[in-house]
């Protein structure tokens, strides 16, 4: 398993894509998941991708995935044309940093709880079809807060239905929890299926209803159980990448090395505990 971070850790420090880049490579991650936002605003101040690709190459750090809102999943025709040719665009810049993933959560469907999961298939294999062409995988993003897709059974059904080589998913602990699913269901995830798994711990209070992206926690600090967790991860195969993804304003009050240098620790820590319990 490889170990990423994913800038919203620190995305309350305000430093910029490039010191974010700095402080994942001087802490000893192996990638760094950039959102799409960060990098526009690294161009519009005039920064340039080929000099940002030279500085995580030079830094041995990979893109291993990126986070962006198109909305590929919309019943408006005209707006989901927009949203395939937002991924499109998006997924260019991620190619740009040599990265080859992305995810894609139910971004504009959330507060729909009547889609068909067929009808979201078809649309999820178009958005694959748009990354196959820009060689760059959409990785479908299980949202718990969503009516749409927050459900472990959910996600796997639409990437099963996609019936497409590339189709993947993007699970994440908190949520799992939070779209009320129990992670047995990770077995029967094939490892391969998944290339990136958004890592965090919730804590017990405040409960499943009312928890929010805020409560997330340092893997370890929490409640869940993540030996049970990464060693069924690990008996599935999985071979991908663990990225720290964490929004918590605590945490956006102290020293961001202290913040990305601590959530590597107690990813690498939650890793050999759950194989001393296997």
Known sequence: MRY??????????????????????????????PWIREIEVYQQEGGSLADLRKRLDDHGLRVESAIGFPQWIVDDPEARARGLEQAK?????????????????PAGATDRDDMDLLTIAERYRALLEVGRAAGVVPQLELWGFSKTIHRLGELLYIATEADHPDACVLPDVYHIYKGGSGFDGLRMLAGTQVHCFHMNDYPADPPRETIGDADRVYPGDG??????????????GFAGVLSLELFNPRYYELDAEEVVT????????????SMAAS
């Open 89 to 105: 665009r998006e997924m260019g810049l991620v190619a740009a940093l040599g990265g080859t993933r992305i995810a894609a959560p």
């Open 4 to 33: 990423c971070l994913n800038t919203s850790t620190i995305r309350g420090q305000q430093l910029g894509l490039v010191a974010e880049i700095e402080l994942a490579a001087k802490a000893g991650y192996d990638g760094i998941e």
């Open 223 to 236: 409640v869940a159980p993540l030996d049970e967790i990464l060693g069924t991860l690990r008996r599935n």
């Open 262 to 273: 601590t959530g590597l620790e107690k990813m690498k820590a939650a890793v050999e505990s």
